[in-house]
């Protein structure tokens, strides 16, 4: 099944809940799958990587790049520089880990640590013009 963007979405809400100490991931991905159908493990893939991307921990699945992409932008808009370094900290792992177990790492990876580094740099110039 291809995993579309209302579940990859839905993983992201209800991954900011677990974070939240609001629910525990086997009901979170359970309530993923009864609302859009994707498939439990899947839905377990994609909730620890929005964990990951959120507190700046590894994560060790791939997902598509439609959603790291949609991550880090909602993550960017509920969370701003922080959240973009603890984005580019948990990349940097998981490409690592990756690294180690496999050479297979998407190409896309390299490009997002990089726009994350540029973006990072963007904001904290702009926060710093802001302050002068």
């Not at 579309?4 to 086997?26: D, H, Q, T």
């Amino acid at each position: 099944m291809k995993i579309i963007e209302k579940m990859y979405a839905s993983a992201y809400e209800y991954g900011k809940k677990i974070y939240n100490k609001k629910l525990i991931k086997e009901e979170a991905a359970e309530l993923v799958n009864l609302e859009t159908g994707m498939d439990k493990n899947s839905a377990i893939f994609y909730i620890e990587q929005v964990i990951g991307l959120i507190t700046g921990t590894e994560y060790r699945y791939f997902t598509s790049e439609e959603a790291t992409d949609y991550y880090i932008y909602k993550i960017k808009e509920d969370y701003g520089i922080e959240g973009i370094r603890n984005c580019l900290k948990a990349i940097e792992y998981h490409i690592e880990w990756q690294e180690k177990k496999s050479k297979n790492i998407p190409k896309y990876l390299y490009v997002v640590v990089d726009d994350l580094k540029n973006n990072i740099i963007s904001m904290w110039e702009s926060s710093s013009d802001e302050k002068e």
